[in-house]
């Protein structure tokens, strides 16, 4: 018995394409994002469609390694091959592109795709809680501003931007509450149904029917578990995923964790809880844009070194989703989430006493079996450790 509503998002990508061609024969400019970084709320303010990009596949790699080296960072190339191919509707239907310095990769490889889409690229500061990366991206959000402006031929006024930050805390409102569902005990939504929700609704044009969407969700699973509905039971050893962002085509942990007995409850990633939490104050007067520079530097993002942020959320996410396991998943060549799981397995292993993988891999299927393997000792591994502190009381 699985909540119908989940069925509402099969095909919702190729729905929601057909609805986004229709508005642009309606006139309407349509605006791509890859990052989490990429101020949703400017773009809505702007009177504008802002669209996620795809980015989560292995199929376009091969395009992209004619232009890009082969040891790069899959989502970097599966981005940009999806792009120079012209294989990505999505993309090819934006007006313009918003990028953004999150990593050495990506920023040369936006050079590159500027020479055939109009792109603007966001300069990111570093370091998080300090005045000055405050003013730098303060200042950032200015120069985005006045680039869709420029671009687009509109104004973006106080009280546009101003409702375009109610949708957005709207919408992470909803998704949080449909997370925050698995912080009982049996949990109610599996992993790979996490992943797709989020997955599709970043494809969703209309940003209320994406928030009504999930309210509906929320409401039947809540009244389905009201009738004893769960997914797994009790025992089901719940598995927290970390690191780097997990779309449909690169899901392939999740898969293999839930295969493999266990079930993943949260992600904290940027394609899952990273960002959910973050809202900006309504009543606050301040400068809009200021408003969102300090909601976006709190992203515990990796880029950012220190990142004490991911570690408290971390924290946070272990107690609260009654977390039995933590699985760190970094993609080749991503540097910085690579150093950083040394951080993360001390917090796991050393402070939580909980049972730590690191995993390093990419979009393809070719190490699926070695994986499996891994996950499979790794979810025993979580289980005797389960079994331990129950006969013994630890934790």
């Not at 509503?5 to 605006?31: C, I, P, T, Y």
């Not at 779309?247 to 959910?276: D, I, Q």
């Amino acid at each position: 018995m699985k909540p119908s509503m989940l069925a509402s998002f099969d095909g919702l990508r190729e729905q929601n394409l057909m609805a986004l061609k229709e508005a642009k024969e309606n006139g309407a400019k349509v605006v791509g994002i890859y990052c989490t970084y990429g101020p949703r709320e400017l773009v809505l303010a702007a009177g504008a469609i802002p669209v996620g990009l795809c980015g989560t596949r292995q199929e376009p790699i091969q395009a992209a390694e004619k232009d890009l080296p082969h040891n790069l960072c899959p989502l970097i190339k599966s981005s940009y091959g999806f792009a120079v191919s012209d294989t990505c509707p999505y993309f090819h239907l934006s007006d313009m592109v918003v990028g953004e310095t999150t990593c050495d990769g990506k920023k040369k490889m936006f050079e590159l795709m500027g020479r055939f889409k109009p792109l603007h690229v966001m300069h990111l500061p570093q370091v998080a809680d300090q005045p000055a990366s405050i003013q730098l991206l303060y200042g950032e959000m200015i120069r985005l501003k006045k680039a869709l402006e420029q671009f687009l031929q509109v104004e973006i006024t106080e009280q546009s931007l101003r409702e375009a930050i109610h949708v957005i805390n709207e919408g992470n409102r909803a998704l949080k509450a449909l997370f925050d569902l698995n912080m009982i005990r049996p949990a109610m939504i599996s992993g790979m149904d996490l992943v797709t929700v989020s997955w599709q609704l970043g494809f969703h044009i209309d940003r209320w029917e994406r928030i009504k969407l999930l309210d509906r969700m929320v409401d039947e699973i809540k009244s389905l578990a009201a009738r004893g509905y769960c997914v797994g039971d009790s025992e089901t050893p719940r598995i927290l995923l970390t690191g780097t962002p997990v779309g449909v085509g690169s899901e392939k942990v999740v898969a293999l964790v839930e295969e493999c007995g266990g079930l993943v409850v949260a992600m904290e990633n940027c394609s899952g809880y990273k960002t959910v939490g973050l809202k900006i104050d309504e009543s606050d007067q301040r400068d809009p844009l200021l408003l969102l520079a300090e909601k976006y530097l709190k992203i515990p993002c990796s880029i950012m070194s220190p990142n004490g942020r991911r570690l408290e959320l971390l924290r946070q996410m272990v107690r609260d989703f009654q977390v039995d396991g933590v699985i760190d998943l970094t993609w080749r060549a991503c540097h910085t989430y690579n150093i950083e799981s040394y951080f993360v397995a001390d917090l796991i292993k050393n402070h939580f006493g909980l049972p730590f993988l690191q995993l390093e891999t990419d979009y393809s299927t070719l190490d699926r079996e070695n994986l499996r393997v891994r996950i499979g000792a790794f979810i025993e591994m979580v289980i005797e450790n389960n079994f331990r502190r129950k006969k013994y009381g630890e934790g």
